[in-house]
């Protein structure tokens, strides 16, 4: 499960693109939280901290406690904007939680044990229909990924979300049908096109030819009759 993280940040005081470029070149990454009912704040978070946090992974999906100049906020992140030359971050929205608070996340799947799979074994495919999967979580109970177990699956067989377990009031938003995630899929076999045996391919050369040769003296005749 999603453990919760520690960030430092400080309000910071403007909006407007001067502001936000000052900010940028202290090293730091202008923010804003906001939710339950209170008044969106702009913050300023280290950079440097951030681009470690972000290279973790799963950024979107972790729980962060701010601390926001003393007063400490449970948050999600909900965007991170990146600079479209440099791929850095220039801006995170935050979402402010409560303990109980619930939200709906994509939550990525993982596959594990394929080489216990008797079906890949012999040579089938692994076809992923979704990689990731939309899901209801308590804020303290987010997953990091949704975990399917390959172990014992024949070509043919289907994975559905019932074969994860997902932890406690973790449930799928598509709640109406045990859809399916992936499937192990028989080999595809492409056919090559026979070469001809080498008799044969001499026999058609020789008909070829005899057509040619059958045209080209049919042409002769008609010249012939012609020039009569």
């Known amino acids: 499960m999603s453990k919760e993280?520690?960030?430092?940040?400080?309000?910071?005081?403007?909006?407007g693109k001067s502001a936000v470029k000052k900010v940028l070149s202290a090293g730091k990454i202008p923010s804003i939280i906001?939710?339950?009912g209170?008044?969106?704040?702009?913050?300023?978070?280290?950079?440097?901290?951030?681009?470690?946090?972000?290279?973790?992974?799963?950024?979107l999906t972790r729980i962060f406690s701010l601390n926001i100049d003393g007063k400490k906020s449970l948050a999600i992140p909900r965007e991170v904007q990146f600079d479209?030359?440099?791929?850095?971050?220039?801006?995170?929205d935050f979402l402010r939680l409560a303990e109980d608070s619930k939200i709906t996340l994509d939550i990525p799947t993982k596959f594990i044990n394929e080489e216990l799979s008797p079906g890949l074994k012999r040579g089938?495919?692994?076809?992923?229909?979704?990689?990731?999967?939309?899901?209801?979580?308590?804020?303290n109970n987010i997953p990091e990924e949704i975990v399917f177990n390959l172990e014992g699956l024949e070509i043919g067989d289907t994975i559905r979300i019932s074969a994860a377990n997902l932890g406690n009031g973790v449930t799928p938003t598509i709640s109406d049908r045990d859809f399916t995630v992936a499937s192990v899929a028989a080999p595809t076999v492409v056919k090559e096109p026979e070469a001809p045996v080498e008799g044969e391919a001499a026999d058609d050369q020789a008909e070829d030819g005899e057509k040619k040769d059958a045209a080209s003296e049919a042409e002769t005749k008609d010249e012939s009759k012609d020039k009569d």
Not at 6 to 14: C, F, M, V, Y
Not at 38 to 59: R, S, Y
Not at 84 to 92: F, G, R, Y
């Open 38 to 59: 209170e008044n969106p704040v702009n913050i300023a978070l280290d950079k440097v901290t951030i681009q470690k946090e972000i290279n973790i992974g799963g950024f």
């Open 34 to 36: 906001y939710g339950l």
């Open 84 to 92: 479209p030359l440099s791929d850095q971050p220039i801006h995170i």
């Open 5 to 15: 993280s520690n960030l430092n940040a400080e309000i910071r005081e403007g909006t």
């Open 124 to 139: 089938g495919v692994l076809n992923v229909n979704r990689r990731t999967v939309q899901l209801s979580c308590p804020a």
